[in-house]
C-alpha cells in the first residue's frame, strides 16, 4: 500500500504550510551580529597614543564629550581631524559655542606620554581661552599593562 503525500491528496494542488520557515530569519541575524561585532571596535578613536597611567576611576557621561588627541610628534586632533596650531583656536571656538549647556562641552584630552609637557599646555592654554573648562586628561588604568611595557619586559 502507498503512502499519499498531503501535496498528492489535493490533485495537484499544494496544501497550505502550517510552520514558518525561520532559517533564513536565523541566517540573517548571524550575519547582521556578526557586522555590528566587527564594526564595534572601529568605532572608537583612531588616534593610536601611548597613554600615561592613573589611579583614578572612570567618569561617568551623559554626552559624547569631544576628544583632543596630540600625538607623539605633536600633531593634534580634534575628534578624528587633524588640526593646525592655527585653526586650533578657531575650531576650539566652533565646539564651545555650539553646545548650549550650562556647564559646557566635556572635552577628553588625550597626550602621548612621550610628548613634551609645554605642548599639552598650549592646547590646555587654548582650551581654557575658548571658554571650555570641562577637561579631563585620559589616562590608562594601572591594572592595564601598555602594550610597549609588556614588549620590554617579555
Known sequence: MAVKLPSESMRGRRAPMAEINVTPFVDVMLVLLIIFMVTAPLLASGVPIELPESRA????????PTQISIEPD??????????????LAATLAAIASRNNAPEGPSVFLRADRALDYGRVMLVMGELNRAGLNRISLVTTSAAEPADDAADEEG
Open 74 to 87: 605633536g600633531q593634534i586632533y580634534v575628534d578624528d581631524a587633524a588640526v593646525s596650531d592655527i585653526e
Open 57 to 64: 576611576g572612570a567618569l561617568d557621561q551623559e554626552q559624547e
